[in-house]
């Protein structure tokens, strides 16, 4: 059965840090591109960042570039956003999701609350 936990999230102030993490079963971890969505109340759901398989290749949506860092750890089967320089314009719910290629997301967790105060 196949699942994508997230954990990390809060409630935290402007400026603050925040690290998420995805905890991954199911399937082959390492095999798949994994990616950070997030949802604010009224809005679609948008991209956040990815990573490649092995980590070397991540990309990141304007708005959080310089300031989230994506990462993984295939031996521990487990992705992380690390959330610095935190916005009230940050809060959202959380995803993480799994791709086997491209932007085809196979795999979704049910999401963590980040809730920024200004």
């Known amino acids: 059965q196949v699942q994508l936990v997230e954990s990390g999230g809060g409630l935290v102030q402007a400026g603050g840090s925040l690290r998420l993490s995805c905890a991954a079963s199911?399937?082959?971890?390492?095999?798949?591109?994994m990616a950070w969505f997030r949802q604010a109340p009224g809005k679609e759901r948008e991209f956040v960042a990815r990573?490649?398989?092995?980590?070397?290749?991540?990309h990141y949506a304007d708005s959080v570039k310089g300031r989230f860092t994506i990462s993984r750890d295939n031996a521990k089967n487990t992705a992380y956003l690390q959330m610095n320089s935190l916005k009230p314009e940050d809060t959202a719910v959380y995803y993480c999701?799994?791709?086997?290629?491209?932007?085809?997301?196979?795999?979704w967790g049910q999401g963590t609350q980040v809730t920024v105060s200004s």
């Open positions: 199911g399937f082959t971890f390492s095999g798949y591109v």
């Open positions: 990573i490649g398989w092995s980590g070397g290749i991540t």
């Open positions: 999701a799994a791709s086997y290629g491209g932007t085809n997301y196979a795999y």
